[in-house]
């Protein structure tokens, strides 16, 4: 028995905010069970909420202990930016209002833009300089913006916004219309803004068949369907959800929070890329300074943006919409900073 060596990794901080939410709820299982970060990967966790919410909080955590997992090392619930983001090495900022029925995302532009101003004043104080952040909370690839511009110490790369959701739900359209598992397509992009005027291209998407890579618009063959019921199924797939169980996407976002920084972590496979909120640097003729929702591959933790795709005039007219939407949420949050 005393040469067996019991070694186990360094546990890394991982922070959720809106830790006492719904989507908080299904996401703080797949943390501590190790479905995101590795089951070789100690974490501890950071709970950060508001102060209203301090008591369900605390039922979350008695929760976690009751799921007795091995790698869950700590648990801290707290309203308190400080302690919640110090040292933290992966951030997911859920916390904030969601829409309700008829309201756009952008509809919570002013009651959800401000909160991160003041996370990216606290990351920037507290987290690590290599933090890695996802912002999930709608609009969510304005709230990124926002969140990057406060932390100017960290790079803007470590930013990102959740558009894995609208690009499982392309996947899982795909695969159900050519018949098909859903595993099996690969590299549909999500360009632009978690929002209504995002666009789900199907052009550069493969299906995998008898162990052969097919196109995609071929396997359908049916461009009125992929540029029109399909593209619209996925734009409105989140009011769809919000309509039938008057509450918006849960399971199916944390799910997608988990893949997205996942992909992050541990990389993309080969011949295979996943679409992300990232600061735009004017590739595509996009304009600087938004984030733009992009096909991406990652390696070391770092991402580059797919370069070279084929764009149709169909698709640069949907790219051009979309990213007039992102200039002007970015203008409005301005603006409700500026109040
Ligand atoms: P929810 O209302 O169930 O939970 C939100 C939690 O955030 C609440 O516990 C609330 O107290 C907390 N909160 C509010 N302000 C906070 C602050 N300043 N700091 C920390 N916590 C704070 O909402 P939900 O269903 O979990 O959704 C959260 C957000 O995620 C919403 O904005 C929703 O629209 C968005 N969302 C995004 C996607 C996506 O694909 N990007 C998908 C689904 C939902
Ligand atoms: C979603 O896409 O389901 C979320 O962004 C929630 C919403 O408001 O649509």
Redesign the pocket.
């Known amino acids: 028995w005393n040469s067996l060596q019991c070694t186990q990794a360094k546990p890394i901080t991982v922070v959720v ?8 709820y299904s996401l703080l299982y797949q943390l501590a069970a190790g479905s995101v970060f590795g089951e070789d990967q100690p974490i501890d966790l950071r709970l ?3 102060p ?2 301090m008591g ?1 909080l605390e039922g979350v955590v008695m929760e976690l202990q009751d799921l007795a997992l091995p790698l869950l090392k700590n648990v801290l619930p707290t309203a308190d930016p400080e302690p919640a983001f110090k040292d933290a090495d992966a951030v997911f900022l ?6 309700k029925e008829g309201m756009e ?1 952008k509809d ?1 532009l002013a009651a ?1 833009v401000k ?1 991160f101003k ?2 990216g004043e606290a990351l920037d104080k507290f987290a690590k300089k290599d933090v890695k952040v996802l ?4 609009p ?1 690839n304005t709230n990124a913006l926002i969140c990057s511009h406060y932390a100017p110490s960290i790079p803007k790369e470590n930013f990102t ?6 690009q499982n739900r392309a996947q899982a359209a795909l695969a159900s219309r050519i018949g098909v598992s859903v595993d099996k397509v690969k590299n549909v992009i999500i360009w632009g803004n ?1 929002s209504s005027t995002q666009y789900p291209d199907a052009a550069h998407a493969t299906v995998e068949k008898d162990c052969v890579a097919h196109p995609v618009s071929k396997a359908i063959n049916d461009d009125a369907w992929l540029n029109g019921e399909f593209v619209e199924t996925i734009q409105k797939r ?1 009011a769809a959800v919000i309509a039938a169980r008057k ?4 399971m199916s ?1 944390a799910k ?1 929070a988990g893949d997205h920084m996942r992909d992050w972590w541990f990389g993309t496979k080969p011949n295979q890329f996943v679409s992300m909120g990232v600061v735009s640097d004017g590739s595509y003729g996009i304009p600087k300074d938004v984030v733009f929702s992009l096909p991406v591959t990652i390696k070391d933790k770092k991402y580059t943006i797919v370069q070279g795709l084929e764009i149709s005039s169909h698709a640069r007219a949907k790219l051009d919409i979309t990213a007039k939407e992102l200039e002007e949420e970015r203008a409005e949050a301005n603006a409700v900073l500026q109040q």
């Open positions: 905010t809106g830790a006492a939410g719904q989507i908080a950060l909420d508001i209203p919410m369900v859920v916390g904030s209002m969601p829409r995302r919570l959800n909160i003041v996370q912002v999930v909370g709608n969510a916004a959740m558009t894995r959701l609208d978690h989140g509450m918006s996407s849960a976002a997608a």
